[in-house]
């Protein structure tokens, strides 16, 4: 019998995060059952597997930021950072700490759980797919690049591994303020709060509206420009 | 390749009597909307319609013909038609939409489609984008500056704005205006600067005014999406066209105004290296094609 080729391990760990990100992942119908069945095997996650320990896997989608008064989850999210080959920063919640940047403590039944940050404020993260939740086709996308190795494909979202402190207003103070924006209008299309509209050509935030996740200047056509891939995906 | 990667070019036009009159120049862009909503190869477009104020555009979803034709016409400051796309898939239930977009907003939408973070649903629901070309484009008190003030026209006597010869046009029911290019400089979008597209290089299909004479547009058709319905609206009468062979001023002044827009642009490019700022494109030294819009 042919030796099969190894299917990527791959898991999922829940810290404070809403589960949107797992569900997210699920919206792929058309790709989940060939996915699940044939390319990769989900070894480890709550909600996904009953299985308590711990086991090694080549990718890790972590969902949440961590709370620094949370022993079980500083110590989970070390231990996923030595079982996991990669460690995804999956949603804005792990990537940017998102709403759980307001987090401020005084509720029961720990009022003292008050403190939330970003995994890479903690642990190196590889990877990170900000979105509140991300969508499931750029799901989708990252999965298939991490089974082909399809590192170009990759790279921007290695580089948003470092990007944890967004705001609303990050398209005020990298786009605007920096002689950038063209008023495309792409930054309002892609909030997912609507907190983000066009005032005179201009995006104008409601800061009590914003989730600090990111996706406005991820999205914005002048924060980063994969022109390389986009001709590719065109066939141009 | 300073016109972007395409299959065909030609110089083309609207067959419809109401189209030509209500364009900037061949209707293509009007035509081509038309007879996609007709043929149920869209069942929408993102266009920039009218609003309350006279000459400041609203992205719109249209719907019908009339709707599209309400949208006619260069208005030359902003129109976010991007942040309608959103809209019109989850307000309107589209699932093939169109949309018009300059430059710069067809850099914005194919970004998401290739990396579609926080955009569930909506990357591939876009069926057909047609790009018009762009020099630059400028904030509304711009055009009220070159209205007002230095052709001394009332702003809602304005019927048309062009840009042509050299000159910014302004035409009234009894009366052409018009102002050297010149005095509209430093009123231009500073984000324009940095600009590596003239052509809309990522559109489906892309057309706009020079190359072509009076009445008749520079037509690109760029992907197998956009040159299946192009052909098919040729095929089908409402599009009609020449070689851009037997036209004047034909291809070499595009290539010449799309050569000197991407070589000021990465001027600027190089400038803002050098002071540290901020620029999402490579810089030239880094690029095997300086003029490529990356």
Known sequence: MAEEKAKPRIGYIHLSGCTG??????????????????????????????LWEMPEMDIALVEGSVCLQDEHSLHELKEVREKAGL??????????????????????????????????????VDLAIPGC????EIIAKTVVAVLNGDMDYLQPMMDLAGYTEACGCDLQLKVVNQALCIGCGTCAMACQTRAVSMTNGRPEVNSDRCIKCGVCYVQCPRSWWPAERINKDLGL | MVLGTYKEVVAARSTDKQIQKLAQDGGIVSGLFCYALDEGLIDGAVVAGPSDVMWKPEPMVAMS?????AAAGTKYTFSPNVWMLKKA??????????????????MGIRKMQSYPFGVKNVASKIALMLGIFC???????????????????????????????????IETADQTLSIPLKETHGYEQNGCKV??????????VSTGSVGTPDGWSTVFVRTDAGETIFKQAVEAGVIETKPMDNVKPGLGLLEKLATDKKTKAMKVIDERKAMGLPVPFKGSAEKEDPLANV
């Open chain 2, 195 to 204: 600009c590596l597209d003239y052509v809309a290089e990522l559109a489906d």
């Open chain 1, 21 to 50: 990100d797992g569900m997210s992942l699920t919206e792929n119908y058309d790709i989940l059952a060939p996915l699940l069945t044939d390319m990769v095997d989900i070894v480890y996650g709550q909600t996904l597997v009953d």
């Open chain 2, 135 to 169: 020099m630059e484009n400028f904030p509304y008190e711009s055009l009220r500056t070159f209205i007002s003030e230095k052709a001394g026209v009332d702003f809602d006597l304005v019927e048309k704005m062009d840009i042509g010869k050299g000159k910014f046009w």
């Open chain 2, 65 to 69: 013909s009339d709707e599209i034709l």
């Open chain 1, 133 to 136: 939740p991300p969508s499931p």
């Open chain 1, 87 to 124: 460690v995804v920063a999956f949603g804005s919640c792990a990537a940017t700490g998102c709403f759980t940047r307001y987090s401020r403590g005084g509720q029961q039944a720990q009022p003292n759980h008050e403190s939330f940050v970003p995994i890479a404020d903690l642990v190196k």
């Open chain 2, 89 to 106: 898939v989850r307000q309107y239930g589209l699932e093939k939409l169109g949309t018009v977009a300059i430059p710069c907003q067809s």
